[in-house]
């Protein structure tokens, strides 16, 4: 069976950090790229960052450059999201997908994702 499941999420003061962790199994991520994307109330569904197949590329949006930094463990079939310097409009439920699709810089937060957890909420707040 098919299934990704994420965690490490909860509450953490302005400036701090989490790392959240997205495991699978029924399939390797290795073999799929692996999106976070997160989404708070009344907002669209935004892409986060992404590690491409294969070549292990990553992929960040600007609002998270630079303190967020993705990374994927073959080993443990799981993909990490460790987030530094954490801000209360990061707060949102954070998702992690994967796809088969090739994805490019421009690319990667809008193709079509086909396996998709359940969420992990993620609240910056003082």
């Known amino acids: 069976q098919v299934q990704v499941v994420e965690s490490g999420g909860g509450l953490v003061h302005p400036g701090g950090s989490l790392r959240l962790s997205c495991a699978a199994s029924?399939?390797?991520?290795?073999?799929?790229?692996i999106g976070w994307f997160r989404q708070s109330p009344g907002k669209e569904r935004e892409g986060v960052s992404c590690?491409?197949?294969?070549?292990?590329?990553?992929y960040y949006s600007d609002s998270v450059k630079g303190r967020f930094t993705i990374s994927r463990d073959n080993a443990k079939n799981t993909v990490y999201l460790q987030m530094n310097s954490l801000k209360p409009e990061d707060t949102a439920v954070y998702y992690c997908?994967?796809?088969?699709?090739?994805?490019?810089?421009?690319?990667?937060?809008?193709?079509?994702?086909?396996?998709w957890g359940q969420g992990t909420q993620v609240t910056v707040s003082s």
């Open positions: 590690v491409r197949s294969r070549d292990g590329s990553t």
């Open positions: 029924g399939f390797r991520l290795e073999s799929y790229t």
């Open positions: 997908a994967a796809t088969s699709t090739y994805v490019g810089t421009n690319s990667w937060a809008h193709v079509g994702y086909i396996y």
